[in-house]
Structure formats: C-alpha cells, structure tokens
C-alpha cells in the first residue's frame, strides 16, 4: 500500500548548507532501496518535505526524522493513502528556492515567505506540485 506523507520542521542552528548537501546525498543514497520518493523545501531554516512511498518504510522514516537532532517543531501536516505517486521521478528532490517566484508563495500564503506552520497541508502539498510543474526542483531523480 502506497502511502504520501508531508511534514513540516525546524532545523536547529547547526544545520548549514553543507549539512543540508549530506542529508539531501544520504537521502538519495538510501530512499530507492526502501521504495521512497519525495522533494525537500528548506527555506529560513523550515523543512517542508513530502514523502511517498510503502506505508512501513514512510513511517520508519518519518519516525526517523521526528526523533533526528537536527530537527526541532516536527508537525505532520498530511499523510494519506494513495493509489499512486506525485513524486515518482525524484529519489529526493530539493526546491531551488533561488528561482522560486514570491507570488507562488502569495498565491497560497499571506506573505511571500515559506511558513507551512500558518497554512493547511493540503495547501503545502499544492505548492510542492506547482514547484514541481515549474521545474523548481533540481537534484538528480
């Protein structure tokens, strides 16, 4: 059973962007042999990060990532079963927040900023699709 589950965090100070590099290396590394995909937002120190995939190995995950250090504020915001993937192509994939267009933002939110605290997960989960159709995501799948 296929299951898609979104969080959102906070990282503790200590996560810059080269731990940010190695989470998103290990995360490639490890999801396919577990059957996992999904995309990661990082932005002002927020995680927003959807996952997919068979119910037990999302779950261990999340599990993993609730009880990780480096993570403060852990908030399911979503999670569903599902007859298929959003996020098939992506091993883990990462938001260019670089290139991203502040009216997407607006567009789901009251300012131009990435606080998924203050929004549903069902409107979370409409921006990682809108970033994934504008081709916001890099990393290789």
């Not at 995309?39 to 037990?56: A, H, P, T, W």
């Not at 995950?61 to 399911?76: F, K, M, P, W």
């Not at 993937?85 to 994939?93: K, V």
Request: a negative charge; hydrophobic letters at 45%.
């Amino acid at each position: 059973m296929l299951v898609r589950l979104l969080y959102v965090s906070r990282a503790v100070p200590a996560v810059d962007h080269e731990e940010l590099l190695a989470i998103l290396r290990k995360s490639k590394a490890n999801n396919p042999a577990h059957g996992i995909t999904g995309v990661l937002c990082f932005s002002e120190g927020i995680f927003l990060q959807v996952l997919e995939g068979g119910r037990s190995a999302v779950n261990r995950l999340y599990n993993r990532i609730a009880s990780d250090g480096r993570h403060t504020q852990v908030e399911l915001l979503a999670y569903e079963e599902i007859s298929e993937r959003r996020f098939a192509g992506w091993s883990m994939g990462q938001v260019n927040m670089a290139c991203l267009n502040p009216a997407l933002l607006l567009k789901y939110s009251e300012t131009a900023t990435l606080d998924p605290y203050a929004v549903s997960g069902q409107v979370s989960l409409a921006l990682f699709e809108e970033l994934v159709a504008t081709a916001a995501v890099v990393g290789q799948p």
